[in-house]
């Protein structure tokens, strides 16, 4: 896979040979939405050149896969000197992510257990790049808060309620001027009403790529002011 990314038939994708079918019954497996996240981030590369970069959060990091490109992307372009923090609620997450960054050779990645970015002290304002695919699926609260991988498909009424916590948290820990999310939604999000509550946080926000897979999906993108 790798001699056909390099040859250009093939694009790059983080190694996950470490994992396992054992892990997939526990964690998120990538799959198409985080394809979709992908390559609207090789997509944006020349941002990502140009503006700040130090610190890279990914929330409910599954695999590590997303933020493991991350991290391949900014190299690409001569930034070796990032930090990437995956945060998961899945301690099973945790421990796969740490093998992703060590088979990817992320070098300056850590790992947290923590529930979205309530670990991070409110208003610290120090992140430059925000990855989420969060709990997208319509579902009730009690699916919410069962822990487990059902905690990486349920986003409750409207499949927003994780999201919207998660903006709440994020907008005061982004940096002023530069910081920037990339959030993937679905269709039943209505991804419209979440750009216009990034944007009354005193975001830019926007819809950046989208795509049907059987879903209609969507990355926003936004740029705090």
Known sequence: LQFL???????????????????WDKIYE??????????ALEGDLEYLKENPSNVIVEVGVGSGVVSSFVDHLLKRVGKNDH????????????????????????????????????????????????????PYVPSTLEEVHEGGITAAWAGGPKGRVV????ISQLVPLLTPGTGTLYLLLIHQNDPPEVVDLLNSLGCTASVIKERRYGEHAYIVKAVKN
């Open 30 to 39: 990538p799959a198409q939405d985080s394809f979709l996240l992908l390559d």
């Open 83 to 134: 930090q990437i923090i995956g945060i998961d609620l899945n301690p099973d997450a945790c421990v796969a992510t740490k093998g992703t960054y060590k088979a990817n050779t992320v070098g300056h990645g850590e790992v947290i257990q923590g529930n979205l970015l309530s670990c991070f002290r409110p208003d610290s304002q120090f992140i430059d790049i925000a990855l989420f695919n969060p």
């Open 5 to 23: 990314y390099f040859i250009g038939i093939m694009p790059y994708t983080p190694s996950l040979e470490h994992l396992g079918y054992d892990n």
């Open 163 to 166: 999201t919207d916590q998660f």
